[in-house]
């Protein structure tokens, strides 16, 4: 019988396209109908490696993507947000949550793929209420995962019949090394385990592999997730580094003992399908789920032992900004709220020290154009944004409770002083932004300019740094300084206007630089007005 090669990789491709918007169709409509809280959720309940591997499974089973969960969770390491060891428990849980999706495709309802789509299709098209236009997305994914399916399972069918296919199937049974480079490279190309282990799925379904050949496939799959990952952590922390590392030893060591013990995993495999009279697909379904649980058990006890091996494999000192809330233990409001205000001072100056460094990543992006600060401004900012809620929230839970004359007054420069390193923080971004839109318009500022601009940097960052040695040692001829200085930098600010205007009428300045240079400055004046507004709650207090 001779194959129709235009045939076979339309519908395969096509088929491979369907499935993989399904996958993150389902997703994100999971994630829609679970509400946003997934990151909340592995940076409260990561407390200890059980209850990251918990989480683990929770969050891949919303996401339907083991990757996704890994990404998630490498953005969290590299924000300061959880501990590589806690990482580790979140990757080990998403290697089980994601076997999932095989479960899901065993069940082998893809007879229903279009009466699904279908119902999906009527629930987004034809109701406006977005609680059930978030379930037809689900379902809509749902049935376009399985309508996928079908058609790579109708495109490869011909494949039975090829005499090098059949070749190959028994080479893979007969080198396991074999499969697992198969695996491991479809799996880097669709970058999904779950489309991976769905070909592989229908592949054994359609009869066109023996279990012998297809587990080292499935292994393969396994390793292959971990690139995406790999891929995330490039550019990050040196802590996001090895939390992707510890991702790739930990799928390469479930490999290495279950290809060891492969006999007896293919005996344990065949045991349960005829113990259970299971269907080509949820054979596999098992055959995955065996593999992570087993693989989950056997490691789990060893997370400290595979954190210490990922610093030995990349050493250094990480540099991941740790803006986590470190000092607002809510037993100290029912004890004693002086001592929770106390507590949220030390908070509200580990915010106000992002703020100031933030701002000197900005002025450096701004005199280097580098691509490391520019990295570095939005994690500042997520930190200041992160902290500016924690501490509040805990400060509206201190005001509930009787507080002396002093410590109200400390209550209200708190709150005041949250509210303005938070507004700093969004200069910091719109700075950011301007310097981006003079990068990519190739926008250049003339030699005085730059000279102008990077004093008046210097002595915003010089004023904001003074505002915050004042909060923290309350003393107020620093405090009286700030003001000192911030009249300065609103003189500065006039006099670079009128110097621009200046330099635009006679020509040595353009319009589209005259607008970035100027807001450039207006930003960094209102710092400045937020620094003395710090300063000034200082001087009130006492």
Known sequence: MEVDLQELLFMFFGGLGIFLFGIKYLGDGLQKVAGDGLRDLLDRFTTNPIMGVISGIFVTILLQTSTGTTVLTIGLVNAGFMTLKQAIGVIIGAN???????????????????PIVA???FLIFFFKNTKVNNYGQVIFGFGALFLG????????????????????????????????????????????????IGLLQTLFGQGLMDLDAALPVLFGDNIGTTITAVIAAVGASIAAKRAALTHVIFNLIGTMIVLLLLRPFTILVEFIRDSLNLNPEMTIAFA????????????????????????????????AIAYKAMHLDEQFIRQSPALAIGQGKKEVLR??????????????????????????????????????????????????????????????????????????????????????????????????????????????VSTLRQAIRALDTEDLEEAK??????????????????????????????????????????????????????????????
């Open 96 to 114: 089980i949550g994601t076997t999932v999706t095989a479960f899901i495709i065993g069940i082998k309802i893809s007879a229903y793929a279009l």
């Open 119 to 121: 119902v999906g299709t």
């Open 149 to 196: 399916l079908n058609f790579m399972g109708d495109g490869l069918s011909p494949l039975r019949d090829v005499q090098a296919f059949a070749d190959l199937t028994v080479s893979m049974s007969d080198n396991p090394l074999l499969g697992v480079l198969i695996g491991t490279l479809f799996t880097v190309a669709v970058q999904s385990s779950s489309a991976a």
């Open 288 to 319: 995955h789920g065996i593999f992570n649980v087993s693989n989950a058990l056997i490691q789990l006890p060893f997370i400290a032992v595979l954190a210490w091996l990922a610093v030995k494999i990349i050493p250094g000192q990480d540099s």
């Open 351 to 460: 915010m106000a020290e992002l703020s100031e460094k933030g701002l000197e990543e900005v002025y450096q992006y701004y005199k280097t154009h580098g691509k490391k600060h520019r990295e570095m401004i939005p994690q500042y900012e997520d930190g200041i944004n992160n902290l500016d809620k924690k501490i509040t929230n805990y400060l509206v839970q201190v005001s509930s409770h009787s507080m002396s004359d002093q410590d109200s007054k400390s209550h209200h420069t708190l709150m005041n002083t949250i509210r303005d390193l938070e507004r700093i923080g969004d200069h910091m971004e719109n700075i950011m932004e301007l310097i981006e839109n003079q990068i990519t318009n190739k926008v250049t500022f003339s030699e005085l300019a730059n000279t102008d601009l990077d004093d008046m940097f210097e002595l915003t």
């Open 481 to 542: 300084s700030v003001l000192e200085k911030e009249e300065k930098i609103d003189k500065m600010e006039r006099d670079l206007r009128k110097k621009h205007i200046l330099r635009l009428n006679e020509n040595k300045c353009t319009g589209s630089a005259g607008i970035i240079y100027v807001d450039i400055i207006s930003n960094l004046e209102r710092v400045g007005d937020h620094a003395v507004n710090i300063a000034e709650a200082v001087i009130g207090e006492n």
